[in-house]
């Protein structure tokens, strides 16, 4: 097994390279995953995609690749998959994840996975999972039960597949991000019909949105949100890359709330989601951050309300929120 035929396909030169096809780069990922090619060739070959620039189908080939080893994984039944992996340096509170609970309440169970560099104190995802009860599942048939008890699990990277996030920590010797990063937003383990992403690039929203449409994704709702997470700043317009059914299209999503900081501006005295998620303080920029996220992430699910709707929806879900108090 070698890469060398990808990498020279990339490499030749000018007016001599390409990017790879779909089927190149499944081929191309699928060796990777098996760790048995060398090294060399693997940080050459995600190198050259990055200096190129990776495209949609090369995107989708990596991402069938990386599906085509999790089958039990797709048979749990997550309504949304709702994926985080953007790395902490410009994070506060992860208050997306209080979003996704109320997606959850309100009916739709939320599949969240993930993997984040660089993630400490406030910021952390997986610190914050047990105080606001997200279960961490380690397995898909675990995820199931928690996804039919509670309606929402997270998911690791390292148990969802080992190897990807192995391919993935490359970026802390080869000092760049690669289409990895791309690939795992993009990775639904669980076959979900919704898929809410977020990234921090602006061009990757276009890209996302292409490579799921080459995917089938029935409907995939893509932001530059917080952090590269999935999460609304509720004071500025928002622009939403929607995919429905297999067309294309984008809205902007207006302010709701008044005011002109940043989103994660003053993290160190906002709330901790524990804390706002069980009412012991209020915060009004806190709150419009979580039901903002939730309401396009209902928009995505369901074609029929608009964004207002949805925001009315949110604030109620909010409103009623079950709050449960971890053993």
Known sequence: ??????VRILGRGPGRSRSL???????????????EVEPEAVGALLMLMRFRGEGAAEVAGFVEAARARLA??????????????????????????LAAKLVAQAGHPVLLHGWNSHQQGIASVRDALAGIDIPVCRDAGRANVMLDRHGIAYA?????????LRVLRLREKLGLRSIVNTALRLLNPAAAPVSVQ????PPYRTLQSDVGALLGQSAQAIIKGGGGEFERHPSKPVAVHLLRDGVQGESIAAPFLGGTRRLH???????DIATLWRGECTDPFAEA???GTAALALTAI???????????EAAQLWATRKIAVPA
């Open 1 to 6: 097994m070698s890469l060398a035929p990808y």
């Open 21 to 35: 096809t779909r089927e190149e780069a499944r081929d191309a990922m699928g060796l990777i995953l098996t760790g």
């Open 72 to 97: 039990p994984w797709a048979t749990t039944s997550a309504t949304v998959d709702w994926p985080s992996y953007a790395a902490g340096r410009t994070r506060g509170h992860p208050y997306f994840l």
């Open 156 to 164: 690791p990277l390292e148990d969802i597949d080992a190897a990807l």
């Open 198 to 201: 977020g990234v921090f690039h």
């Open 265 to 271: 501006e003053g993290s160190e005295w906002m709330p």
């Open 289 to 291: 951050i979580v039901t």
């Open 302 to 312: 369901d074609p029929a309300i608009d964004l207002s709707t949805a925001q009315a």
